[in-house]
């Protein structure tokens, strides 16, 4: 039997943060067999170790996960939420030593471990700064704040996905002569580190943003207008721009027009779409989902019955976007108040 060997591309991100004390951060990894091929949709076995002092230091808390990989081999864990096997997280006093991280996996699901290596923490962003810093990770090196991190052998972002400022991985799909977002945009920030004001998690509840994105006001979207090539940046990651009308009526023409695009566009199922769902076949992987809006009064509606995605072309007081529906398999292009919050969806430059 061939001999797995698990490639780990992508390391820690950190997360979910509550008032002063860290109750767990993310971890993010791809795993890949000895041919160099992602281990997908397969559930995978890991052990994880916090040990202070030093490489060879005590073990200060130690978790189990079984997670599911997804279509590209990437995984996610909440270090701190896991099946504990020792200690108490939320009492790591991250201020009071240096500590690190030990992974050891199982392709298999099981409990038959093999260590994948250990990597350096850094504590003084936990004790001191969680309330306020952002991480960025780029080209091998994790940001936090005004310290980094190099994660030896990381090599950038999987092919066929993007990052955002905030660390937020997507999928990407091409669709014609066009590269797309699989996902709708999760960034609480720009580009250059500043923060969106007006980014807003459905009903209010983070528990949405990680199935449907998050909503923003047009002027939210369009904040940081232009990039180097002279395309609307807005809200997306560095070499994506918000499409123009007229970039989404390329992709709904290339899937048929408007009678028949929104189908070709609309995951499957009722997971993230109220019955009947009409017309869904997803055949172009853009994979949308029922994201809802949110009003100028701040109320939230439409989930799972709506999905609606900004372009950055506008018309006054108003600007279009693009619509489709749980009961049509259409689409849709029309003008709306600017400071209704929809999804957003990157296309590449």
Same mark, same amino acid.
């Given at each position: 039997m061939k001999k797995i060997n698990l490639i780990i591309l992508l390391l820690i991100i950190i997360g979910s943060v509550a008032a002063q004390t860290p109750q767990s951060f993310k971890y993010q990894a791809v795993a890949r067999n000895s041919d160099g091929e992602a281990i997908v949709n397969t559930t995978i076995g890991i052990k994880i170790f916090l040990i202070s002092d030093n490489i060879s230091g005590t073990v200060v808390y130690s978790e189990t996960f079984s997670p599911s990989s997804?279509? *590209?081999? *990437? *995984?996610? =864990? +909440?270090? @701190?939420?896991?099946? =504990?096997?020792? @200690?108490?997280?939320?009492a790591i006093d991250w201020g009071a030593d240096e500590y690190f991280l030990k992974v050891a996996m199982d392709v298999n699901g099981g409990s038959s471990y093999v260590e994948m290596g250990t990597t350096q923490l850094l504590s003084v962003p936990y004790?001191? /700064?969680?309330?306020?810093? /952002? =991480?960025?990770? !780029?080209?091998d090196t994790l940001y936090i704040g005004d310290q980094y991190v190099i994660i030896d052998g990381g090599g950038g972002p999987p092919a066929g996905t993007v990052t955002d400022y905030d660390g937020n991985l997507y999928e990407t799909v091409v669709i014609g002569t066009q590269t797309w977002m699989k996902q709708n945009l999760r960034s609480l920030h720009y580009t250059d580190g500043?923060? *969106?004001?007006?980014?807003?998690? /459905?009903?209010? +509840?983070?528990?949405? =943003? !990680?199935?449907? @994105?998050?909503?923003?006001?047009?002027?939210?979207?369009? $904040?940081?207008? $232009? +990039? !180097?090539s002279g395309r609307a940046q807005g809200v997306c990651p560095d070499g994506w721009h918000v499409p123009t009308k007229a970039e989404a009526e390329v992709l709904q023409d290339f899937l048929g027009g408007h009678m028949e695009a929104g189908g070709k566009m609309k995951e499957t199922g009722f997971t993230y779409w109220e019955n009947p769902n009409t017309g869904a076949t997803n055949e172009s992987g853009f994979s949308s989902r029922g994201s809802g809006q949110r009003g100028q009064t701040g109320?939230?509606?439409?989930?799972?019955?709506?999905?609606?995605?900004?372009?950055?072309?506008? +018309? @006054?007081? $108003?600007?279009?976007?693009?619509?489709?529906?749980?009961n049509s398999d259409n689409t849709a292009f029309e003008l709306h108040m600017k400071t209704i919050g929809w999804s957003v969806r990157c296309v590449k430059d």
């Open positions: 997804n279509s *590209i081999g *990437i *995984i996610n =864990v +909440n270090i @701190g939420q896991g099946n =504990v096997l020792s @200690g108490n997280f939320s004790s001191l /700064y969680t309330a306020s810093i /952002y =991480v960025h990770y !780029s080209d500043s923060t *969106i004001d007006e980014a807003y998690a /459905y009903e209010d +509840n983070e528990s949405y =943003v !990680s199935d449907y @994105g998050r909503l923003y006001t047009w002027n939210a979207v369009m $904040k940081l207008s $232009k +990039n !180097s109320n939230y509606t439409n989930l799972m019955r709506s999905f609606n995605i900004w372009t950055s072309t506008d +018309n @006054g007081d $108003k600007a279009y976007h693009m619509s489709n529906l749980f």
